[in-house]
């Protein structure tokens, strides 16, 4: 940069080139603030989350457990028996220009899981504690997913949007400014040595000689 042309020009361009510069870093930084914000809303509501479905792990491992000791791994075979294969929907939605997946359970609601094996009257109270925490643990799985999914391209996003932010305050606005200041004072030194030829040829004229 240093050996090209220094020209009025030139001086004008980078003069415009800070401002675009100048211009991208404040709406970076409106992007990372309205990241921030999301991620600090979806943080408070994951500890909650996460909290309910650490709660909701226990007690399906607790049922799982019963199961297991009392009714045997016959029960648990039985289980596998008319589940289908789970499908999902992917739905992309975006903040600030940060997309994240949302995965949505695409499943048949007149299947439930085991209401075509077990017949209320005839099954055990362990087994009906079982069906009963796997039911509820379904939907916020889903919700316990998603959020996470939505957190992480968020934290991504905000560390990637962070780099922008730095490199272009901390690298490209000084090489910029540095080269301005640089070709200002070649031009003011250029500009001062032509307005001395100027006042020097002037003054050398034969009528303002006595």
């Known amino acids: 940069m240093n050996n090209s042309p220094t020209t009025r ?3 004008i361009d980078l003069k415009r080139r800070i401002s675009t510069v100048e211009y991208s870093k404040r709406l970076l930084e409106k992007k990372r603030d309205a990241i921030m914000r999301a991620i600090e809303a979806d943080r408070r509501a994951y500890r909650i989350m996460r909290s309910a479905f650490s709660e909701g792990c226990k007690q399906v491992y607790l049922a799982y457990s019963l199961v297991r000791l009392f009714e045997g791994d016959a029960a648990i075979k039985l289980l596998e028996v008319g589940v289908k294969v789970l499908k999902l929907r992917e739905c992309d939605h975006a903040i600030a220009g940060c997309k994240y997946p949302e995965f949505i359970e695409a499943v048949d609601e007149s299947k439930r899981r085991g209401e075509t094996v077990f017949n209320p009257i005839l099954t055990s109270l362990y087994i009906e504690d079982l069906l009963e925490a796997l039911n509820k643990m379904e939907g916020l799985l889903w919700q316990f997913i998603n959020l996470q999914a939505k957190l992480k391209a968020l934290e991504a996003e905000l560390h990637r ?3 922008k932010i730095n490199t272009l305050q901390y690298t490209v606005l000084p090489a910029l400014t540095e080269e301005v200041k640089r070709i200002g004072e070649i031009l003011g030194d250029r500009e001062r040595h032509e307005h ?5 040829s002037i003054t050398s004229r034969p009528y303002f000689q006595r």
């Open 161 to 163: 949007t962070q780099i």
């Open 9 to 11: 020009s030139q001086f």
């Open 196 to 200: 001395f030829l100027i006042k020097k």
